[in-house]
Structure formats: structure tokens, C-alpha cells
Nanobody
Framework: QVQLVESGGGLVQAGGSLRLSCAAS????????MGWFRQAPGKEREFVAA????????YYGDSVKGRFTISTADAKNTVYLQMNSLRPEDTAVYVC??????????????WGQGTQVTVSS
């Protein structure tokens, strides 16, 4: 089984920063696309960021562009989401996803369980 395990979530004050990690195991992920999504209570799942692991291309949702950065550490099979200038509306469960050609397809094959991020005002 492919597993994606998120970590790094927590409680942070508005304007602060957090770095989320997604550790991938079970396969070699060098050819995978990796993505971050979030879902807040009462809201639909929202695209946050995505990257081609080896290609270096990155994409961001409009609400986080300029504040969040996605990156990978291939030797650790880990993808990161650096979140700066956090706002209360960023509060959500953040979920890591992976898949082949997922950016082009708009869908992912594997999903983590998520990590809670809470931003206080």
C-alpha cells in the first residue's frame, strides 16, 4: 500500500508560518505529481498547491499564491508546504495527494489522512 503521512500542522497566530510535511512510502515517487488540498468545515475541498516532483513545475491556488511554497526532498520522499502570512481563513485540514500525471488530469491516485492547521486571529 502507498502511504502518505502528513505532519507539521498545529495552532498558529495570524501572520505566522508553518511548514507541512508529507512523507511518502511504498513506491518510488520521482515521477509523481504531488499536491496539497485543504478542506474547512462547511466548505468544499480546495486546491492549494502542486508540483512535478522531478520537473520542478509548481502551481498554486489563487488564495495562497505568493504566501505558500511547495517543494520536494527526493532523498527523503517528502513534499513540503511552506505557509507564510497565515490568515484565519487558512484554517482547514490539509491533505497531501500523489499520482502520475495528476496535474494534467486534475485527479490524484493516493491521498493522506490530513493534518489540522488552525490560524487564530
Amino acid at each position: 500500500q502507498v502511504q502518505l503521512v502528513e505532519s507539521g500542522g498545529g495552532l498558529v497566530q495570524a501572520g505566522g508560518s508553518l511548514r507541512l510535511s508529507c512523507a511518502a512510502s511504498g513506491r518510488t515517487f520521482s515521477r509523481y505529481d504531488m499536491g496539497w488540498f485543504r478542506q474547512a468545515p462547511g466548505k468544499e475541498r480546495e486546491f492549494v498547491a502542486a508540483t512535478s516532483w522531478s520537473g520542478g513545475s509548481t502551481y498554486y491556488g489563487d488564495s495562497v499564491k505568493g504566501r505558500f511554497t511547495i517543494s520536494t526532498a527526493d532523498a527523503k520522499n517528502t513534499v513540503y508546504l511552506q505557509m507564510n502570512s497565515l490568515r484565519p481563513e487558512d484554517t482547514a485540514v490539509y491533505v497531501c495527494a500523489a499520482g502520475l500525471a495528476s496535474i494534467a488530469k486534475g485527479s490524484y491516485d493516493y491521498w493522506g489522512q490530513g493534518t489540522q492547521v488552525t490560524v487564530s486571529s
